[in-house]
């Protein structure tokens, strides 16, 4: 665990590369002697389970910026819940995730039966968290998105199947698969298909590739098996942004994109300040 200026965290390498999702099963026999299945590929059929998450960034898409330029600290922020129709009240992550060159730090905090758009109409005490540390990270967030003036954005999904280390402190490979995504000025999940853009296009990949296979791992402990993985399969390594690539689509897609209206959140917001 670490502290990076205020992200606590989950301290990691995170390494991509692009795979036919075809390769799932293969790469779960590989891995089986190491890993094992996350609780929800266990209960999955197929093994692949939905995502969803609200991306948020100011209205001239400050966090999208520091990527473009590749800025060696940056950050974004998401708001992450798990099913492909989620619950409005279900459980939500708040997230940061931030960059310094080669390393990835993630800080989380977990609130429980509300939507996450109440939080800005509620005292820190009254949030539904699981604990202080899940408290102090969601404050730290609402903080961030007045700092920079981050709303929602972006609404994503994607499919993925996901294994953990047996011997490791935190080592995770996962495979995701069937990005998409629409556009959220808001803090309403509600998922129609017909709505949602497709991003796992293969212009966003190599050929023959329409999945995107991750290996993470503390900086101070790359399983060796992880570089048996990366040669058994000989794999190169390529970049993927499911919020860049969604972003990407969004300009294409909304041909003539509404000027950023003050959604419902800020309006809870206002005066809500000293709460945070």
Not at 6 to 31: C, M, N, Q, T
Not at 45 to 62: A, E
Not at 256 to 262: E, I, L, Q, S, Y
Request: aromatic share 18%; hydrophobic share 35%; with cysteine.
């Amino acid at each position: 665990m670490a502290e990076a200026r205020g992200f606590s965290l989950l301290e990691r390498f995170e390494l991509k590369y692009h795979i036919p999702v075809e390769w799932a099963d293969r790469i779960g026999a590989f891995l089986a002697p190491y890993c094992e299945e996350d609780y929800y590929s266990k209960i999955t059929p197929g093994g692949f389970y939905w995502i969803t998450n609200l991306y948020l960034d100011s209205p001239s898409w400050t966090f999208l910026g520091w990527k473009k330029k590749q800025l060696l600290d940056r950050f974004n922020m998401r708001i992450r819940t798990y099913g492909e129709h989620p619950a409005q009240g279900g459980t939500f992550r708040f997230e940061c995730k931030r960059k310094i060159k080669n390393i990835c730090y993630k800080s989380r905090g977990t609130i429980k039966g509300i939507n996450p758009g109440e939080v800005w109409n509620m005292k820190p005490e009254d949030w539904p968290c699981k604990g202080e540390r899940d408290r102090m990270y969601v404050k730290d967030f609402l903080y961030k998105t007045e700092l920079y003036n981050a709303h929602p954005r972006l609404l994503t999904q994607y499919k993925r199947r996901a294994w953990f280390g047996l011997r490791e402190e935190y080592s995770r490979v996962t495979i995701d698969t069937g990005m998409r995504f629409r556009e959220e000025n808001g803090f309403d999940y509600t998922v129609d298909p017909h709505y949602m853009h497709s991003t796992g296009l293969p212009r966003f990949f190599q050929p023959a590739c329409d999945a995107v296979l991750e290996l993470k791992c503390p900086c101070s402990q790359v399983p060796y098996w992880m570089f048996d993985l990366i040669k058994f399969l000989n794999l190169k390594h390529a970049a993927f942004s499911k919020f860049g690539n969604a972003a990407a689509e969004w300009k294409r897609v909304y041909e003539n994109p509404r000027r950023f209206k003050t959604p419902y959140w800020t309006k809870l917001a206002v005066g809500a300040g000293e709460n945070y």
